[in-house]
Nanobody, 119 residues
């Protein structure tokens, strides 16, 4: 089994920055073979949406965060980071870490961490 733990959330003023971290622990064999790592978020009253993803050597972002957020992977391949710059009140929500290996049907989620952007 694999557990994902997010950290770094909290309250930030609009225009500020925040860095989210997510670390996987547990089955090392599964972790090193993950082929996708991502951040999702769910705003109050809205559906969960993809914010940023790393798949292989490619990175993709939701249009709403392009140019403001960056995503990176830890050197040990068991961590993913989301650097959030120039945050806006619309970035408020619960952020979830997601990792897995598509071919194996493995898909893991963190429990989520709250980010609140004040105007």
């Amino acid at each position: 089994q694999v557990q994902l733990e997010e950290s770094g959330g909290g309250l930030v003023q609009a225009g500020g920055s925040l860095r989210l971290s997510c670390t996987a622990s547990g089955d090392i064999i599964s972790i090193v073979n993950f082929d996708h790592m991502a951040w999702y978020r769910q705003a109050p009253g809205k559906q969960r949406e993809l914010v940023a993803q790393i798949a292989g050597d490619s990175r993709s972002f939701a249009d709403s965060v392009k140019g403001r957020f960056t995503v990176s992977r830890g050197g040990a391949r068991n961590s993913i980071f989301l650097q959030m710059n120039s945050v806006e009140p619309e970035d408020t929500g619960v952020y979830y870490c997601n990792m897995g290996r598509t071919a194996s049907g493995l898909d893991y989620w963190g429990t989520g961490i709250l980010v609140t952007v004040s105007s």
